[in-house]
């Protein structure tokens, strides 16, 4: 059984700052890509951010030079830092992890959720 258990949601002033923490557990061979989503209301699901087990990265446009992606691949964690966020960053974020729970299979898992409000 895997679980992705995420924490540092809540609400913040425009130009305020978040950190979104996600941590795996359970029966883990290997973890590959890492990443966070976003769902805003009435929107599609969206790729903010992903880094793969050797730390290379990419990002959404719209938050380029404001997030910041990293794991920790021991603690099988990986963090969303978010600066200088905008209404627009409002949104539930979800973590999402690509884990092989034995050399032969992998599953896509996902987070419950964290819920991110930005005011203006």
């Known amino acids: 059984q895997v679980q992705l258990v995420e924490s540092g949601g809540g609400s913040v002033q425009a130009g305020g700052s978040l950190r979104l923490s996600c941590a795996a557990s359970?029966?883990?061979?290997?973890?590959?890509?890492m990443a966070w989503y976003r769902q805003a209301p009435g929107k599609q699901r969206e790729l903010v951010a992903a880094?793969?087990?050797?730390?290379?990265?990419n990002y959404l446009d719209s938050v380029k030079g404001r997030f910041t992606i990293s794991r920790d691949n021991a603690k099988k964690t990986v963090i969303l830092q978010m600066n200088s966020l905008t209404p627009e960053d409002t949104a539930v974020y979800y973590c999402?992890?690509?884990?092989?729970?034995?050399?032969?299979?992998?599953?896509?898992?996902w987070g419950q959720g964290t819920q991110v409000a930005v005011s203006s």
């Open positions: 999402n992890a690509d884990i092989l729970t034995t050399m032969f299979t992998r599953s896509s898992y």
């Open positions: 359970g029966s883990i061979f290997s973890i590959n890509t």
């Open positions: 880094i793969t087990s050797g730390g290379s990265t």
